[in-house]
């Protein structure tokens, strides 16, 4: 009994909710890319937006909501696939378009690049900067501020002694 209990301790918690997710959201996009080619091939259909529907965005809402429930992070990839509006299992030329649009005034500024991707069904826009360089974190920030305040003052302190030293040789020599 010890021993199981031990190995419990050791594994992933909430291993079967994690499982869920996994199984949701291959189900979601499995259904979702079938649906598409279905309604591609139905000719009644006149407008060429994607019209998603039903199953793959109720088990991709379930997915989210098991996630949140539990507190359980979804992978970057797993939460960039999924519309947050309309919760369309989001596929590149599919049921999702992505471009890189650049709003720099020239354009040529590398760092002003954003990934967008947006959702067929519902036109939602997912923004994701590409060109800039992520910003440091705010521990490592405030570490950097103080041991440039620390330099600082060190430099004051050398520049003080430095003014008292000439003052006091200035009175020797009077
Ligand atoms: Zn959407």
Redesign the pocket.
């Given at each position: 009994m010890a021993k199981g209990s031990a190995n419990q301790t050791k594994s992933v918690p909430n291993k079967h909710l994690h499982a869920r997710i996994a199984y949701l959201h291959q189900a979601a996009t499995h259904l979702a890319l079938k649906q598409q080619s279905v309604t591609k091939t139905d000719s009644s259909v006149a407008d060429s937006r994607l019209q998603q529907h039903g199953l793959p965005l109720l088990l991709a809402a379930q997915l989210q909501a098991v996630s949140q429930k539990a507190q359980i992070r979804l992978s970057h990839d797993m939460k960039r696939s999924i519309?947050k509006?309309?919760?369309?299992p989001l596929m590149s030329d599919t049921t999702s378009k992505t471009r890189i649009e650049n709003k720099s005034r020239t354009g040529g500024k590398s760092c002003a690049d954003v990934l967008v991707i947006q959702?067929q069904?519902?036109?939602?826009e997912k923004r994701f900067p590409v060109g800039a360089s992520r910003q440091k974190k705010k521990a490592e920030r405030k570490a950097a501020l103080a041991e440039r305040q620390n330099i600082e003052v060190v430099e004051k302190q050398n520049i003080e002694v430095a003014e008292k030293q000439n003052t006091e040789v200035e009175i020797v020599n009077d």
């Open positions: 519309c509006v309309c919760s369309t959702c069904n519902c036109g939602t």
